[in-house]
């Protein structure tokens, strides 16, 4: 089983920067990050494959938000800078035990998820 803890959420305006962090318990084949805001279906942000490799990201916020983790923490992160109003959403992490990278984007691909942290971009 996989305990997923996501923090790092809070109020920015736009063109600042959060950092999200995703603390994990367990073992898994990789992480992702998910974003949904009201009345919207859950969208896609960005994932890592734990054992290496430099990240997949949604055309939405590529260039702008990095994702890394810290293996001996067990801890994702996505840093996001340049953040505009329509990143406001409820941001989640969950773990990700395929083994295929073309179902990284798929969120029902996800078992565990984490509560969420909420970002709030205002104009």
């Known amino acids: 089983q996989v305990q997923l803890v996501e923090s790092g959420g809070g109020l920015v305006q736009a063109g600042g920067s959060l950092r999200l962090s995703c603390a994990a318990s367990?073992?898994?084949?990789?992480l992702g990050w998910f974003r949904q805001a009201p009345g919207k279906e859950r969208e896609y942000v960005a994932a890592?494959?734990?054992?290496?490799?430099?990240?997949d990201y949604s055309d939405s916020v590529k260039g702008r938000f990095t994702i890394s983790r810290d293996i001996a923490k067990n801890t994702m992160y996505l840093q996001m800078n340049s953040l505009k109003p329509e990143d406001t959403a409820v941001y989640s992490c969950?773990?990700?035990?395929?083994?295929?990278?073309?179902?990284?984007?798929?969120?029902?691909?996800?078992?565990?998820w984490g509560q969420g942290t909420q970002v709030t971009v205002s104009s």
């Open positions: 367990g073992r898994f084949y990789a």
């Open positions: 890592i494959v734990w054992s290496g490799g430099d990240g």
């Open positions: 969950g773990a990700h035990f395929l083994g295929t990278t073309w179902s990284l984007r798929r969120p029902n691909t996800y078992v565990y």
